[in-house]
């Protein structure tokens, strides 16, 4: 596994060496010690999720507080999304930047969000299914969210039209009026 720090180093992006011949494909989706060297210590995942969505569905900005924070690691396994974490931890130098890149059936690739950062992801192709292992379990009294289309973040969202959200995710509060991690 290729592990890369994007321009904020916390978020890792993963690409599995795959092996392809005539049948198909074969690759280590997860490896336990594979993962814990790239990131630099261990991670113990305790829940995995599984979502589908039709193009133009967006998801997110989500997180959850302590003592529920959830790291995250997150793969498309049918179509294509593009994938978002933004930085909330009060004290980080990456504080409010946000990076995103571009998650697929196809390139296999993985991000790591750990906590303290909030996540989105806005689906790219006809439909797609995401997965994503959690490192705490779903504590809906933790949770929260921002509004995806926040113009102080400014995120490059590829949309061609007005996405489609939750009635919740559309009444998200503002980055700034977000409570943020300490």
């Known amino acids: 596994m290729k592990a890369t720090p994007l321009s904020i180093p916390d978020v890792l992006l993963l690409e599995p060496r795959v092996f392809e011949d005539d049948r198909g494909f074969f690759y280590e989706s997860y490896n336990q010690k594979a993962f814990d060297e790239a990131v630099g210590y261990p991670v113990i995942f305790v829940q995995d999720n599984h979502s589908r969505s039709v193009k133009g569905t967006l998801r997110g900005l989500h997180y959850q507080f302590p003592p529920h924070a959830q790291g995250k690691l997150v793969r498309v396994t049918v179509g294509e999304v593009f994938d978002v974490a933004v930085d909330i931890r009060k004290g980080a130098s990456t504080f409010g930047q946000?990076?995103?890149?571009?998650?697929?059936?196809?390139?296999?690739?993985q991000m790591w969000i750990p906590p303290g950062f909030a996540h989105g992801f806005l689906v790219t192709s006809d439909v797609a299914?995401?997965?994503?292992?959690?490192?705490?379990?779903?504590?809906?009294?933790?949770?929260?969210?921002?509004?995806?289309?926040?113009?102080?973040?400014?995120?490059?969202?590829?949309?061609?039209?007005?996405?489609?959200?939750?009635?919740?995710?559309?009444?998200a509060p503002s980055f700034r009026d977000a409570e943020y991690f300490d």
């Not at 946000?98 to 690739?109: D, F, I, K, P, Y």
């Not at 379990?137 to 490059?156: K, M, N, Q, V």
Request: aromatic fraction near 12%; hydrophobic fraction near 35%.
């Open 98 to 109: 946000w990076v995103g890149e571009t998650l697929s059936a196809g390139n296999r690739r």
């Open 129 to 171: 299914e995401f997965q994503y292992k959690c490192t705490d379990f779903y504590a809906p009294e933790c949770e929260a969210s921002i509004r995806w289309d926040d113009a102080e973040l400014g995120i490059g969202w590829p949309v061609e039209s007005r996405p489609l959200v939750s009635a919740k995710d559309g009444q």
